[in-house]
């Protein structure tokens, strides 16, 4: 009668684990160029910098290499059967992460609010503060909507780099100003902000936009879209 031999996790180490953190592979995302495996989160940033692979160094896209990512939900079931605990873990994770974040969005921190949320690209001084720096990063593409004949398109025009990575905590207020600033709009000039084509409030934050509105579209979608343009009046 043979004996079964025993596997260790650690000998499924090279094919559980991420390239770029090293660590466990959390909704693993496969680039369909090359077929290597990252973070969901490791990959999106890393092509914030790189249109190549950070594995095999493959050009994955000439513009766009987020269009080349597709989540692979069957291997993320098998890395949770294989490492126990680590669904647990990351579940735990993220209820802690969702309580923190409706705590301070209520208005439950301790001490005035005097940081404010800012995009990675500004240019300013940070002194002691680290402008949310060690807040949940979210990837966000923001596309300029167009509709032929509205008053103010020739104004509103897209951003040369439309892809930001910003806060959680970020809200579509600040999106606003950030838009402003970058498209040098009069301060008088006012924006619509929607996603999946419903205009967002500007208190919505981007956590409650992507979990509320854009996980409505697919996991497959990279990374959350955010569209905007001239304020219409309806009045």
Not at 103 to 129: A, F, H, L
Not at 152 to 163: H, Q, W
Not at 195 to 223: Q, S, V
Request: charged share 30%.
């Amino acid at each position: 009668m043979s004996v079964q031999r025993k596997h260790l996790v650690k000998e499924f180490n090279h094919f559980i684990t991420c390239y770029v953190c090293k660590g466990y592979l959390i909704k693993p995302t496969t680039v369909t160029e090359c077929l290597h495996t990252f973070c969901k989160s490791c990959i999106v940033q890393h092509f914030e910098d790189s249109n190549d692979c950070p594995k095999c160094g493959i050009q994955v896209h000439e513009t766009n290499p987020l269009e080349m990512l597709r989540l692979d939900n069957t291997l993320e079931e098998i890395i949770f059967k294989l490492v126990p605990g680590l669904r647990e873990k990351e579940q735990q994770q993220e209820i802690e992460f969702w309580k923190k974040n409706k705590s301070k969005e209520n208005g439950e921190d301790d001490g005035p609010r005097n940081k404010k949320p800012r995009m990675d690209d500004e240019n300013e001084e940070d002194g002691d503060q680290d402008y949310h720096r060690s807040d949940p990063q979210i990837a966000i593409c923001l596309d300029c909507l167009r509709n032929n004949g509205q008053m103010g398109e020739n104004i509103v025009k897209g951003l040369m780099k439309k892809f930001i990575r910003c806060s959680t905590r970020v809200t579509v207020g600040t999106i606003k100003k950030f838009l402003s600033l970058k498209l040098k709009l009069p301060s008088s000039y006012e924006l619509d902000v929607l996603c999946n084509g419903e205009i967002m409030g500007k208190d919505h934050t981007m956590e409650f936009i992507y979990m509320t509105r854009w996980r409505l579209r697919g996991e497959n979608a990279y990374p959350m879209v955010l569209e905007y343009r001239p304020r219409i009046d309806f009045g």
